[in-house]
């Protein structure tokens, strides 16, 4: 989850088009479940890990407000960070079900963390975490360290926008 500048030559960034069946890239979704998406990665730049650099995608979008760690009761089972992602994560899955969305639909998201070493320092679980809940389906993504959130035993929000592909 980081950026990464424009070439040095001024050249324009172009995306290819790519079939999941086909491209074996691990941000590549199911083709059969989220159709045809456009993976946004210039030529020259090292392969993201754990994300896209961008994607290009049309059909019906949901967009999904910051989720946090808590359950349907909006309650915290963990000041964990790892269970309070899963958590979260789940929750976003949760949403996108109301609108018939599934995780592999997810074009974008962004992490609010409150402890950017916390945050580091559990990479391994987390990503075991994130697939057990979204699948080997890496959108673009951003993290942020804040100050605080809304809520005080929160340690992680998330936000996402999915887009439901056009049924052809």
Known sequence: MSAAGPPQDGRALRGKRRDAAQSGDPASPDQSAAGSLELLHPAGWAAAKGYANGIAASGRLV?????????????????????????????????????????????????????????????????????EIMGRHFPAMTAVEVTALME?????????????????
């Open 63 to 131: 967009f999904v407000g910051g989720q946090i760690g808590w359950n349907t009761a909006q309650q915290f089972e963990s000041d964990d960070f790892v269970a309070q992602a899963r958590q979260a994560l789940a929750n976003i899955v949760a949403v996108l079900a109301e609108a018939g969305a599934r995780p592999e639909h997810v074009t974008r998201m962004t992490w609010y963390v409150v402890d950017k070493r916390e945050y580091l320092g559990c990479a391994k679980a987390l990503g075991a975490a994130y697939r």
């Open 152 to 168: 005080d035993a929160a340690r992680v929000e998330i936000e996402a926008t999915a887009v439901i592909p056009d049924l052809r």
